[in-house]
């Protein structure tokens, strides 16, 4: 595909190859893209990747003890989790990357996902954020069965 620089915001705790749930480290590696979530009402990126909806009562389990830890979840949910449909549009739109999801290991961490950044790209819980129009520009180019290197 060639060299594509993007500037993006990465975990308040920089990149680490061991994370652990709540370290605000963005993880070291190479993950396989999963998925695209959009949130419902917001135009889809144009991809060749599996595409959904983000619903009001989408979630993400962040809760290493509950059986589905790093799985999305309907809210209101008995375990901590995270809320998908956020009110400043970070995750209007969302790539979900394959990490710690194949086998899931308890505190490793979890919603590891690429989304929009704030406007002054301040860090992310572990996450990489890059501008909208970035995001969606990456997007279009990925094909399917691609992974994303973080180095």
Not at 86 to 96: A, E, I, Q, T, W
Not at 136 to 150: F, G, H, N, Y
Request: with cysteine; hydrophobic share 40%; glycine share 8%.
């Amino acid at each position: 595909m060639g060299a594509l620089r993007l500037p993006c915001a990465l975990g308040r705790s920089g990149m680490r190859a061991l994370k652990r749930e709540g370290d605000g480290a963005t993880p070291l590696g190479r993950f396989p893209v999963r998925q695209i979530m959009v949130r419902s009402g917001v135009k889809p990126p144009l991809s060749v990747l599996k595409t959904r909806a983000i619903r009001r009562n989408d979630g993400w389990c962040d809760s290493p003890c509950d059986r589905n830890y790093n799985r999305p979840v309907k809210l209101p949910y008995p375990a901590s989790a995270e809320r998908l449909w956020r009110g400043d549009g970070l995750y209007d739109v969302v790539v979900v990357l394959a990490y710690n999801d194949v086998p899931r290991v308890r505190n490793r961490g979890s919603a590891i996902f690429m989304h929009i950044a704030r406007p002054d790209f301040a860090p992310t819980e572990g996450c990489i954020a890059l501008r909208e129009r970035d995001l969606r520009r990456l997007i279009a180019l990925l094909p399917k069965r691609c992974e994303l290197v973080v180095l």
